[in-house]
């Protein structure tokens, strides 16, 4: 290959477009009803995937792409009593109805190969077999995390829009997939990816101040989210943290009662002023 490094005006070029894309990404549950794609464009997206980073390079993925309507509806119903069994097994979490799955072009469901564990850092002697094991379940899902996080950005680059499900992951709903799919025991449905066309453009969603989260050459305490605040965003700020489209909380019309006595902490730079850590 020639050589690949660019010069400063094209990276920041690249920069622009490429971050253009990251913002873009957002997570959608409502498509335009009734279209249709190319294969085509659905190998674009799974290209991207092949290209993520995987620990030792395993590849331990597989992609499964929904694009039969038959099987759609199929993947649908498994993920409508998922959506059922979140309501009642779950605290309070604000999950929307995923009947909106029935108007995507395509779903994708990325499958995690826990045989391919095997090519991580595995210990010499029983000493240390927990503490590599746990690390190689996050090494796993890590990489999971980066192929799906590739199939959003193509699925934005290229005009469409998706969401990322973790539901599927849970036994039950896995064990649904796998007798719909056929995939073998060893594969997991980790990420599902509805993909469509966005009903209306959702351009943003709460982000809090990057300086907030950004330490310097070492923790800085004044910067860590207490305990409390957690709790906060848990109960009061969750669903629309999730849902609107307004980056910054402190425009919320209703910034006031959603924060609370925590306004100061979500949209500043320092939410931990005494720098006391628990
Ligand atoms: C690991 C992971 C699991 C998620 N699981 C779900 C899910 O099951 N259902 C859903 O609607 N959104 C899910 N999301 C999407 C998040 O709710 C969403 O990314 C977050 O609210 C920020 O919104 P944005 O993606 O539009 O920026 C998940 C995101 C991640 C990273």
Redo the contacts with the bound molecule.
């Keep these: 290959m020639g050589d690949r490094r660019v010069s400063n005006s094209t990276a920041a070029d690249a920069y622009t477009h490429f971050i253009e894309v990251i913002r873009r990404?957002?997570?959608?549950?409502r498509f335009e009803p009734g279209r249709r794609i190319e294969r085509e464009v659905l190998l674009k997206i799974a290209e991207a995937a092949r290209w993520a980073p995987t620990g030792a390079n395993t590849q331990c993925f597989d992609v499964v792409i929904v694009d039969d309507p038959d099987m759609r509806e199929r993947v649908l119903d498994v993920f409508l009593a998922q959506s059922n069994r979140l309501i009642d097994h779950v605290k309070g979490f604000p999950?929307?109805k995923?009947t909106y799955m029935t108007n995507t072009v395509a779903i994708v469901i990325v499958l995690a190969d826990a045989r391919w564990k095997a090519a991580f850092p595995n210990a010499t002697s029983t000493e240390w077999e927990r503490e590599y094991q746990e690390n190689n379940e996050r090494i796993l899902l890590a990489s999971i995390?980066a192929a799906?996080q590739n199939v959003?950005l193509a699925v934005t680059a290229m005009g469409l829009t998706s969401?990322?499900?973790?539901?599927?992951g849970e036994d039950t709903t896995n064990r649904d997939l796998q007798a719909l799919l056929g995939y073998p025991d060893c594969l997991r449905a980790i990420?599902?990816i509805p993909i469509g066309y966005p009903e209306k453009d959702?351009a943003s969603?709460?982000?809090r101040p990057l300086q907030q989260m950004v330490h310097w050459n070492g923790y800085d305490a004044s910067k860590f989210r207490p305990d409390a605040m957690v709790t906060h965003y848990v109960s009061e700020v969750r669903p629309f943290?999730?849902?609107r489209g307004e980056e910054d909380a402190a425009h919320w019309e209703d910034a006031d009662k959603r924060l609370g006595p925590w306004r100061e902490a979500f949209t500043s730079d320092t939410p931990n002023p005494s720098a006391k850590l628990p």
Excluded at 25 to 29: F, G, K, Y
Excluded at 163 to 168: D, R
């Design positions: 990404r957002r997570s959608v549950r999950a929307v995923k995390g799906v959003q969401a990322w499900l973790s539901g599927g990420g599902t959702l969603r709460y982000r943290a999730m849902y």
